[in-house]
Structure formats: C-alpha cells, structure tokens
C-alpha cells in the first residue's frame, strides 16, 4: 500500500524530493534480511526518507502521528524489516556527522549515519579507539550501541551500556529529550549521569528496542586510547587482510585447550589479572567461516575435519600495549603464566589455524557478517548473558540440545561464541544454528529458537533473546517485566507509530 499523496508530498517538502522514494526498486532494497523473521515476514516499506538533521526527524515524526504511519529508524539497516503496511524507513546516510572527537576526554559524539569504519579512521588519527562490534565497519556506531554491540573491544571497553554516554532523542510524539550531561542543552555529550535523565536501560535492553521508543539523534560514545599508527595499516583484500601492526604494542594469541573446563578457567583469570584488550571463545566452525572466500571453499575446508580436530577448545587473546610497551611486556609474562596454570597450549604463529584470521580484525573489522558465508544465513537457538559458568552452561545445554531434539539442520555442531566483557565479569553466548535460507528452514529455525528459549527457562538460564515476539512469553518468567514496557511504550508512543509492535506489541 502506498503512502497518501498528500503524505508524500509533505515528506517531499520536508526534506526535499530528492530525498524520499517510493520507487520499487528502491523500497525493495530495503526489504532484503537474511534473518529468520526477514524471510518469512518480508515486506516493501512504502518510502524511504534521509533526514538531513534532527528538525527533519522531528517533523517526520509528527506527520507520523498525525496521518498514523509507522516509522523505522536505520543505521546500516541488516536487522529490521517493516512488520506492518504504511511504514517509511528513515535512512540515515545524511546525518553521517562526527561532530566532535574530544581527545582529553577521550569520547566522540555523532550522528546515526556514522559507520564504525569512519569514526574508527578519525579515532585513530587522534590515538583514540573505539569499541568496534563484530557486526562489520559498515555498521552505524549508534544504532550498534543502542542495538546489540558485541564482540570487538567490548572485553576492555564495556558492552553497549558502558560506551553509550549523553543522547538527543526524538521521542515517538517528535518531543526532544536530551539525556545525561547534555540535559544541560549544549553542556556537551560527556557524561551519561546527569543532571539530564540516565536512561541509558530504556534505549537499551540487550537486544535494544529497534526504535519502538524513538530515535536517537545523537549519542556522546566513549573512546579508549589507540597504541598504534594514525593509520591502520591493512593489507590485502577480504578476508585475507593482514595488518602488520608495532609488534612491541600489540600480539595475538590462539591458545588450545583439551576442554571445556580449563578454557573457561582460563578465560576467568586473564580477567582477573584484568589484562588483554579482547578475548573470546571461538567455536570451531569460525575459523572456516573466517578465512574461506565462498560456501563451496568453506564445506571443502570443514568436511576435511581440520577444524573439528584442532580448534575445538579455543580462546583468542589480543594483548594491547595501551599506555606502553612495558605494559604489553608485564601482560605478555602473565598471560604465559596463566596459559602454564591451566594447561593450555599457546599456538605458534606459523601454524595453519593462526593463520586463519588476522588478530587485528577484532579492532577494526567485518568478521561476524562471514557467519553467513555458507548458507546465506545464520540464527540463535540460544543467547544468553551473565557470567563465564553461565556461558558454559548454555553452550552445554545447546550441544545437548542440536544432539537430540532440534530438526536437522546442515550438519555443523560446535558453533558456540562466548564473549568476555569488562575483564570477564560478564559474558555473552550465542548458541548458533545452520538453516538454509529457504522459507522452510526458516520456520524450522524458529521452532529451534523457541525450543531454545524453552530449554533455558527448564534449565534457569537467562535467556536474553528478548524482543517484540519473545516479551510475553519471557515476561511471565521474568518478573512480568513485559507489563511493565508495555506501559512504557503505552505513554512514550501513544499513537504507536515508533516501528510497532516494538519493543512490544500494544494491540
Ligand atoms: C551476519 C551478521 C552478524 C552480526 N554480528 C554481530 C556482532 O558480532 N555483534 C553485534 O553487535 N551485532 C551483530 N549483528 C547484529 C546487527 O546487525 C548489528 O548490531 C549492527 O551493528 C547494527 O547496525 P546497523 O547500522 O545495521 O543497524 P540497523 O539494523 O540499521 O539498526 C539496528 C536496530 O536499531 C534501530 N535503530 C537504528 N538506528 C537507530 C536510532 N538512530 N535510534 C534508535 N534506534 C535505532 C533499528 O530500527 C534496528 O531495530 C550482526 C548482524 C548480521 C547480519
């Protein structure tokens, strides 16, 4: 269904006409998702409309109300699809401004359009990182801090929360709200506390709230200082990069365990010496997901049962000098010591599964879209996020479950991503599965994941798959918390125009 004349010809006067389409070829661009609920419940939006700056988001919203279409904010767009007819993408490659990189207090502030790639290059120019997620250099940085933000340097610079600090934000009604230090309007994006609200949880969730409560406009994200060259150096072509990085700052290390159990002990205590820049569990099946160029490579590599052999029990560990070569030097001994503690096996540069990826990937990289090199697509029979033991746990109860009760999928077992964070007092696994992207599958794949949720709730785990299908049934486990949103959404968006039913369905 399209848009009322009328409507698209106020889009056009608000932005101008060049900046809103309702071509078919363009609207089905944007219907593309790999994902489970993209496939089976994919849909055209009915516009596509690039904002310039806040007052166009503002307008657009209130038109929203008023003519009752639905709007979806995007960064880079690869995880929403429109759920309903009348709604319009907001597209935010216009707004792709770094308005500030402060390199006393080490924090930039941006625009939604801003990829991790751009901000990264700036950053860098400035010996300032940023927290990188997996998602790839395309991602928005805002949109990936509101929305998920794992993997990366989320082991040293915190998940999501942490990095996220003062917000402009267009409220569903197209009222401004204006969050921590910038609640002072024009005191800056420094601080996520005060005196304006700290909403940060609101915004946020785990899996964020995909724009059902606004759009955020500009966001304070919390740097971490650069070791390296104002540069980065990369070399090479996709995904066979190699960056040669000052080898007295920074080294990575794959170290081999015999099981499940040392691994995470491991993983324990190299937090609690509280040093490393990342580190992570990878399951066997990354390592040819990571270094094959397409699928037919990737089943030549896997049905040769290297990687089942050899990389079964793996942590990755990216030692970073922040502050001096001496540090990288001092974290160098305690790794070996921990290394030596828990029988483990640091794996020599020159062997064949070191070769597979580039440890400077984890900083500056596109790792995790190669998930779907060999099918097309890849879903979750389980998230969780707690602790280590946690994680463990839920990897545990996956295998158990992939083993038994979940239909066939293609044949890959092992596929269970654990994630440090803040030093390893909390961790994320995603417990992955392998459907085929054809509509069959993808039902099946959805089974999976309820089947998943499920046996986490038997089993006490915290499940954190936690979005607009998942609230009412997780809710009444979980303290009834889906009243509660249902409230919130209720009042911040009482014409439920922002990207229904999320974060929950009101009707
Ligand atoms: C193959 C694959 C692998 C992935 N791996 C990872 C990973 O390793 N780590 C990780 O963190 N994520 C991962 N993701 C998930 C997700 O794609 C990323 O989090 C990504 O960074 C989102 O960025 P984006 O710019 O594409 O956001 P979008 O998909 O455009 O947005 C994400 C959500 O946030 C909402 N949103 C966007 N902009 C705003 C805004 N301005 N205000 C309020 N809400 C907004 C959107 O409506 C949407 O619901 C992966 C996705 C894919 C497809």
Redesign the pocket.
């Known amino acids: 269904m399209a848009l009322p004349k009328d409507v698209y010809q106020a889009l056009q006067d608000m932005v101008g006409p060049e900046n809103v389409s309702d071509d078919i070829f363009v609207t089905q661009g944007y219907s593309k998702q790999?994902?489970p609920h993209g496939i089976l419940g994919r849909r055209r939006p009915d516009a596509i409309i690039l904002p310039g700056q806040v007052e166009d988001v503002q307008a657009i919203i209130k038109l929203a109300n008023r003519h009752r279409f639905s709007v979806?904010?995007?960064?880079?767009?690869?995880?929403?699809v429109p759920q309903k007819e009348n709604t319009v993408i907001?597209d935010?490659k216009r707004m792709n401004r770094i308005i500030e990189i402060d390199g006393d207090s080490i924090y930039a502030v941006v625009e939604?359009g801003v990829?991790?790639a751009q901000l990264q290059a700036e950053a860098m120019k400035k010996g300032l990182i940023c927290n990188s997620?997996?998602?790839?250099g395309?991602?928005?940085?805002?949109?990936?801090t509101?929305?998920?933000?794992?993997?990366?340097l989320g082991y040293r610079a915190g998940y999501?929360n942490r990095t996220m600090l003062a917000m402009e934000?267009v409220l569903p009604t197209g009222e401004i709200l204006r969050t921590g230090s910038e609640g002072v309007k024009g005191a800056g994006y420094f601080w996520p506390e005060g005196p304006g609200p700290d909403i940060r949880g609101l915004?946020r969730g785990f899996f964020?709230?995909?724009?059902?409560?606004?759009?955020?406009?500009k966001?304070g994200i919390k740097l971490l200082p650069w070791p390296g060259p104002f540069t980065f150096p990369c070399e090479g072509v996709s995904p066979h990069y190699r960056v040669p990085l000052p080898p007295d700052r920074f080294r990575f290390h794959m170290v081999r365990y015999q099981n499940f159990e040392n691994l995470i002990d491991a993983m324990y205590k190299i937090g609690r010496a509280e040093i490393g820049a990342t580190l992570q569990r990878n399951p066997s099946l990354m390592f040819p997901q990571w270094e094959t160029t397409s699928k037919e490579d990737f089943w030549k590599a896997w049905e040769s049962g290297y990687f089942q052999r050899e990389a079964r029990y793996i942590i990755t560990v990216l030692l970073m000098g922040f502050s001096s070569k001496r540090q990288l030097e001092y974290e160098e001994k305690v790794l070996q010591e921990i290394i030596w503690e828990t029988g483990g096996e640091d794996i020599p540069e020159n062997d064949r599964l070191y070769q597979t990826i580039d440890g400077a990937e984890w900083l500056r990289c596109g790792?995790?879209?190669?998930?779907?090199r060999f099918t097309g697509?890849?879903y979750f029979i389980m998230i969780g996020y707690d602790s280590l033991d946690h994680s463990y746990k839920m990897a545990n109860l996956a295998d158990e479950l992939r083993k038994y009760s979940l239909p066939d999928f293609v044949d890959v077992d092992d596929c269970d991503?654990i994630c440090a964070y803040d030093f390893a007092w909390h961790a994320d696994a995603?417990c992955a599965i392998a459907p085929e992207l054809t509509e069959e599958d993808m039902t099946k794949a959805v089974e999976a994941a309820i089947a998943g949720i499920k046996a986490s709730i038997d089993e006490k785990l915290y499940c954190v798959v936690q979005d607009a299908a998942t609230h009412p049934i997780l809710g009444l486990v979980y303290g009834n918390y889906h009243q509660l949103l249902k409230k919130i959404k209720k009042a911040l968006d009482p014409k439920n125009i922002a990207?229904p039913p999320?974060p929950i369905s009101v009707e």
């Open positions: 790999p994902w979806i904010p995007a960064g880079n767009y690869n995880w929403d907001l935010t939604p990829t991790h997620s997996w998602a790839g395309q991602s928005s940085v805002l949109a990936n509101t929305f998920f933000g794992g993997g990366g999501g934000w915004i964020g709230v995909h724009g059902g409560l606004g759009m955020v406009t966001m790792v995790a879209p190669r998930v779907m697509t890849h991503w995603e990207n999320h």
